[in-house]
């Protein structure tokens, strides 16, 4: 879930979190929903598909380090 994933970035210190799927062959749009876990976020958070997360990450770890 979405909302634990954000939950264990906020509890690690993370100000805000990207979060992405991991399968390449799945392109649909994740919807960040009510998911009735009544888990409480107190930071950003934006979820991507896995190619645009692989994309992020590349440009994060070619132009950034």
Do not use: C, R, W
């Not at 954000?6 to 979060?19: D, F, K, L, S, T």
């Not at 399968?23 to 409480?40: A, F, R």
């Amino acid at each position: 879930l979405i909302s634990k994933k954000a939950q264990h970035a906020e509890e690690a210190g993370a100000v805000a979190a990207i979060i992405a799927d991991n399968d390449l062959k799945n392109d649909e749009i994740i919807h960040m929903i009510d998911d009735q876990t009544k888990i409480v976020i107190n930071i950003p958070v934006v979820s991507l598909g896995a190619k645009d997360g692989y994309s992020l990450f590349f440009f994060f770890s070619i132009f950034l380090s």
